[in-house]
């Protein structure tokens, strides 16, 4: 009860749109509307509950499709993250998770596909919200205006993503970062890499994740991966995005 009410205190809290997943009712915040959503710097070792049903993000990404990615895959990274920290002595109490991803090339190959599995799932949950009928899924304010400063318009920064997510070779991720020197950039990083990595080429804070691994999206839209990319576009969680754009 403690760790949950510390969590609680160091999350932020957003709406919820939609349901309570039963792992969320079982860990008894769903007495309330609101849960916590972590910012990027503060997921940490352990699989979170997801923030919403399997079947919250349908009709765009299938109730199956979720359960599998979210209890087969994700969590297959987090088991394996914890035994590669087992392993290589991480004391998983005394450093961060994003320390860890910032010198990941001084580790095993096991350690960087897992800890990038495991944060980037975690990361990409956050960043999604059930469809809401009848709104237009954009950004406002500062944030929709950094990204019109940037690159134009928010149709040529939906354009540029889409474009990272799709040519994105194999399996991978599209991201939007926000780089040192404050700027937003748009890129794509192979199998489980994020743009924390010190040996990723794209780097930056990650603002927004995109997973285009087959797995994301294949019972539902098989090799059809730019259908997929564009009906993601109404789940992205911009008051989620907007946070991580100013705490970054
Ligand atoms: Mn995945």
């Avoid at 699989?47 to 993000?57: D, K, M, R």
């Avoid at 799709?166 to 990083?189: C, E, H, P």
Wanted: hydrophobic content about 35%; charged content about 20%.
């Amino acid at each position: 009860m403690k760790s949950r009410r510390t969590f609680i205190k160091k999350a932020g809290l957003v709406t919820v749109w939609g349901a309570i997943s039963p792992a969320l009712a079982q860990s008894g915040l769903a007495t309330t509307t609101q849960i916590p959503v972590m910012g990027a710097e503060e997921i940490g070792f352990s699989q979170q509950p997801l923030p919403y049903l399997y079947s919250a993000l349908e009709p765009v990404i299938d109730a199956l499709t979720m359960e599998i990615h979210y209890t087969k895959h994700a969590a297959g990274y987090t088991k394996n993250l914890v035994d590669a920290c087992a392993g290589e002595k991480v004391d998983t109490s005394k450093i961060k998770l994003t320390e860890l991803l910032g010198r990941i090339s001084t580790y095993s190959i096991k350690m960087r596909n897992n800890a990038g599995g495991h944060y980037n799932h975690e990361f990409f949950w956050q960043s999604l919200t059930p469809v809401r009928s009848g709104q237009t899924n954009k950004p406002s304010g500062s944030f929709m205006e950094a990204i019109v400063n940037q690159f134009g318009s928010f149709e040529n920064f939906q354009t540029q993503f889409s474009d990272a997510a799709r040519n994105r070779f194999g399996s991978g991720w599209a991201w939007l970062v926000k780089t040192t020197d404050g700027k937003l950039k748009i890129g794509s990083t192979p199998n489980q890499d994020n743009p924390l990595m010190d040996l990723s080429e794209l780097k930056g804070t990650p603002l927004l994740g995109l997973d285009v691994w087959e797995h994301a999206y294949y019972l539902k839209y098989q090799n059809k991966r730019p259908d997929y990319i564009a009906a993601c576009w109404s789940l992205f969680n911009w008051e989620v995005l907007e946070r991580r754009y100013k705490n970054a």
